[in-house]
């Protein structure tokens, strides 16, 4: 399985201000996914981020809220921007492993005040 | 959104087998049944996943029928430490993992 470091684990944050969230795997990986779960909600997903090219935002998430960075391989942030209280939730990232199983960091607990 | 529905609750007493259904009666046929499982506010663990035939590992079975259109997680002997919001999802190779809002496990002792 793939071990997957996410920073900061929480967060307390004042609003307007931006927050950058790191997400280090242990091997290679082509695809990096970044989750975001509001309170009592489900997984919804934010961008898919691809080594050497732009990320793709699902429905709803532009990159000027949540630009993504994928300098190589194993590394990937995700930054809120301009961070307001109804972005405090758990960002999460996550990679596909062996025999198509996706692995998760544990996540990061953004609280914007 | 997501192909799957799941009840938004259940409850299983320490000890006994607790039986999760799931309905995935739009499931293509090359999309894969996986289970996920997230315990408060941790990062969701993978469980387990079958496309046709029943499987089983160390953590749990899964029992799909002959249609595909629905599946049942199996964990044998429930503890306390399997209180967790347990999440079907149908995925196929080149698709994103859609989740649903999953069913909230409640192991009683």
């Known amino acids: 399985s793939a071990v997957i470091s996410q920073k900061p684990s929480r967060d307390i944050c004042q609003r307007g201000t931006s927050l950058t969230i790191q997400c280090q795997v242990d091997?290679?990986?082509?695809?990096m996914f970044w989750y975001r779960q509001q309170p009592g909600q489900s997984l919804t997903l934010i961008a898919t981020?691809?080594?050497?090219?732009?990320?793709?935002?699902e429905s709803g998430f532009v990159i000027d809220k949540f630009p993504i960075s994928r300098p190589n391989l194993t590394f990937s942030t995700l930054t809120v921007s301009n961070m307001s209280p109804e972005d405090s939730s758990i960002y999460l990232c996550?990679?596909?492993?062996?025999?198509?199983?996706?692995?998760f960091g544990s996540g990061t607990q953004l609280s914007v005040l | 959104d997501a192909k799957t529905t799941q009840p938004t609750s259940m409850d299983c007493a320490e000890g006994r087998a607790a039986n999760l259904p799931c309905n995935h009666s739009t499931i293509s046929g090359n999309e894969y049944v996986y289970w996920y499982r997230q315990i408060h506010s941790q990062g969701p663990q993978y469980i387990i996943h079958?496309?046709?035939n029943n499987e089983t590992n160390e953590m749990a079975s899964l029992i799909i029928t002959e249609d595909r259109k629905s599946s049942t997680l199996i964990l044998p002997h429930a503890t306390l430490r399997d209180t967790a919001v347990y999440y079907c999802i149908a995925w196929a190779y080149g698709q994103n993992f859609v989740f649903g809002p999953g069913t909230r496990l409640s192991v009683l002792p």
């Open positions: 091997s290679q990986v082509t695809m």
């Open positions: 981020a691809n080594q050497g090219s732009e990320a793709t935002y």
């Open positions: 079958g496309l046709k």
């Open positions: 996550s990679v596909p492993g062996q025999n198509e199983k996706l692995f």
